[in-house]
């Protein structure tokens, strides 16, 4: 004969479990804990808007109050997201950095990689690595894990851009290194445009081995380039969801410009309704010209020039542009590191009235 033995407490008996097991490291299932696996991802980032008048205000404060120390010390607002312990979404930091003239913000290097986009003014040069550019309104500017780099502001008045690292990713992995260093800013190299002159027009390279695919070799992108790509796009079918966008690629082999993070320059025109789409990762949106609207979720964000908004993992967006001239979207988001682990989602459905 079978005995069976009926379990009347299931909670109580995993609770008792759980103080035993717990005392030498280990755990099984518990009713309060929150589920292992979801139907789709669940975050506890938020979606948020940034409006440039209130973040404009309080980068003119840091910038009279806060000064820049030796050590790599940068003048930073962080775009912190309510929802996470830490950082911008899951995986990057996205901060917005303000250096007066005549400052020096001094050279370090660190794991993360990380990037820069010049969102005002112009006169202020960074070296990375020993190659030397000068950084204007509508660049972006690398800064690869690993390499020295620092910023020169020697124009005549303050200037400002959108800093982003995958720092939260990093902090995660435990594999967070930071090294300043040892003079305020390095030497500039005999050649300080070199990686620009090889590979800066987009088209060619030099001759010989391609360079390794999981490096970069280029360090800056600049605005005139953007443009002009841009400008060919607009003659194309407009994407479904994004209208007229394009992303920053490595000239080695036409991948992300940077391992973790995509970079992408995109163009809402008037009357475009956009169809609603959702994927795997998180994204922030820096607008830099024009207006528009983001529905994130169920959140409406009516966007203007200077704006941010950033949208959780998986979350439904959909642009729309009601207005009468476009609107300029800059747009960094997490994909790469999930298709470079085949765990890439994506879902696109019309909004009412449309049609796929």
Not at 55 to 69: C, I, N, Q, S, T
Not at 152 to 157: A, I, Q, S
Request: glycine letters at 8%; proline letters at 8%.
């Amino acid at each position: 004969m079978t005995v069976t033995r009926v379990l009347d407490d299931d909670a109580r008996i995993r609770a008792e479990l759980r103080e035993r097991l717990g005392s030498d490291g280990l755990k099984i299932a518990q009713p309060d804990e929150p589920p292992l696996f979801t139907r789709t991802p669940e975050s506890p980032m938020q979606p948020m808007h940034w409006k440039w008048a209130d973040l404009h205000a309080y980068l003119e404060e840091l910038g009279r109050v806060l000064d820049l120390k030796a050590g790599g010390d940068r003048r930073t607002l962080r775009l912190a997201n309510p929802g996470l312990e830490y950082g911008t979404t899951p995986t990057f930091w996205a901060s917005i950095q303000y250096i007066n003239p005549g400052e020096v913000a001094t050279a370090h290097r660190h794991s993360p990689d990380a990037f820069r986009f010049v969102m005002h003014g112009n006169g202020c040069s960074t070296t990375v690595e020993g190659e030397q550019y000068e950084m204007n309104e509508g660049d972006l500017v690398l800064t690869p894990n690993w390499m020295f780099h620092d910023h020169v502001h020697n124009g005549d008045e303050p200037m400002i851009w959108l800093d982003v690292l995958n720092i939260s990713l990093s902090r995660k992995l435990e594999n967070i290194f930071f090294d300043p260093y040892e003079a305020g800013v390095q030497p500039v190299s005999d050649q300080p445009q070199k990686s620009w002159r090889e590979f800066g027009s987009g088209l060619m390279r030099p001759a010989g081995p391609a360079p390794k695919l999981e490096r970069n070799p280029l360090l800056v992108y600049t605005k005139a380039q953007a443009d002009a790509a841009l400008t060919l796009a607009r003659g194309l079918e407009p994407d479904p969801v994004d209208d007229v966008i394009l992303e920053y690629q490595n000239p080695a082999g036409g991948g992300p410009a940077l391992p973790s993070l995509s970079m992408k320059s995109q163009i809402i025109r008037p009357g475009f309704h956009g169809l609603i789409h959702r994927h795997s990762g998180s994204k922030a949106y820096y607008a830099h010209k024009g207006s528009g609207t983001m529905l994130v979720n169920d959140k409406r964000f009516d966007w203007g020039k200077g704006d941010f908004i950033t949208v959780p993992p998986y979350a439904k967006v959909q642009h729309i542009n009601n207005g009468t001239e476009e609107g300029g979207l800059f747009r960094v988001d997490d994909t790469p590191i999930f298709r470079y682990l085949n765990a890439y989602f994506e879902e696109t459905t019309p909004a009412d009235g449309q049609t796929a």
